[in-house]
């Protein structure tokens, strides 16, 4: 056993680093992993030891590809974070290491590699908050990142069950506050509306697609309005109506188009954008969404603006606007000519 002191949340503490047998390990319940399965399980009955390892798998795709690295590098390279309890020790950081432990040590139980981990073991007077710095730096910035969803389900846990303020998350994770308010009330609107209806493994990775619901002001802006509603959002995800995630970024033009609207409740979203296309060409051109811009940015130009230009104070403006309409009569010349 080696001794060593390291900083936690601006504070000395001292840690030993041991070689500790599985069966003497426990998962913790509270892993953002584990609490997705919990979220969606159908049973209240409290989770076993195999419950909670199953729940660190099931959706996972990262699973596989971790277990085949350490079975053949023989071991992890970075130890996982313990504190005792009792006789035995529970995890803090390093559930899914610990579970990849233990299915290779069921796949070959005779192998000596897989019969302990190595881990860094905390004094039991550490703090609640010494643990969730530890989880956030080794899963927000480390090297087992969680996924979208899991981290605004521990920033989600920290705000409201650990009362940490939205500053304060801010400096912990080096995010924004408005960042922060938007995963987690997508977190939120996930958790309490969507998980509900649609609980199938796998549905977290939609995540991206409440975060772009929440941060969208014109999407917004049609909530206040009432022409739309969460459940109805739900319910098109829920239906694989979008492809990715950033299709959201574009769904307020597509409801404010009565037909595109229609569109996307009959079909899907792609069928909405091609109806867009139709009076709107910017929906599916990136020329023409620049085309467009451009003319909305020559009426909203301001008035200091019209001024300068107006005055020659710059005068390379009135160059760009001159080929602009040179180019432009040049290209409609030649359509008239067609």
């Known amino acids: ?6 900083h936690i949340d601006g504070r000395e503490v001292i840690v030993s680093e041991e070689n500790l047998e599985l069966d003497r390990i426990r ?14 399980a159908l049973t209240d009955e409290p ?5 909670l390892g199953y729940a660190l798998t099931i959706g996972n795709d990262q699973y596989e590809r971790l277990r085949d690295n350490v079975e053949a ?3 992890v390279f970075h ?3 313990v504190v005792p309890e009792g006789s035995d020790y529970r995890v803090i950081e390093g559930n899914t290491r610990l579970q990849v432990y233990l299915d290779l040590r069921e796949r070959c139980p005779s192998d000596p590699a897989w019969q302990s981990i190595a881990a860094c073991v ?3 007077r550490c703090s609640r908050e010494q643990f969730h710095f530890i989880r956030l730096e080794a899963h927000l910035f480390g090297t087992t990142p969680w996924d979208a969803y899991e981290k605004a389900r521990y920033l989600y846990l920290l705000s409201t069950e650990e009362d940490y303020s939205l500053d304060r998350l801010s400096r912990l994770t080096k995010l924004s506050p408005s960042d922060i308010r938007s995963h987690i009330q997508a977190f939120r609107d996930m958790k309490e509306q969507y998980l509900v209806a649609y609980p199938e493994p796998g549905e977290h990775q939609k995540f991206s697609y409440f975060v772009e619901f929440r941060k969208n002001a014109d999407l917004k802006r049609l909530v206040e309005a009432g022409d739309l509603s969460l459940v109805d959002f739900c319910n098109w995800i829920g239906a694989g109506k979008f492809r990715r995630g950033e299709d959201i970024r574009r769904l307020a033009a597509v409801l404010r188009d009565p037909d595109a609207r229609q569109q996307l ?3 899907d979203f792609e069928a909405a954008v091609d109806q867009l296309a139709q009076s709107s060409p910017g929906a599916r051109s990136p020329l023409f969404d620049k085309v467009e811009a451009v003319i909305e940015g020559i009426r909203r130009m301001p008035y200091s603006e019209v001024d300068e230009i107006k005055h020659g104070r710059n005068p390379r403006k009135v160059e760009l606007l001159e080929e602009l309409n040179q180019v432009l009569n040049d290209f409609l010349e030649d359509l008239r000519q067609v």
């Open 27 to 40: 998962l913790d319940e509270a892993n953002p992993r584990i609490q997705f399965h919990l979220d969606t």
């Open 1 to 6: 056993m080696n001794e060593k002191v390291v």
């Open 79 to 81: 130890p996982i974070w």
């Open 122 to 124: 905390l004094p039991e």
């Open 265 to 267: 409740i009959d079909v």
């Open 73 to 75: 590098n023989r071991g």
């Open 47 to 51: 989770p076993n030891q195999a419950a």
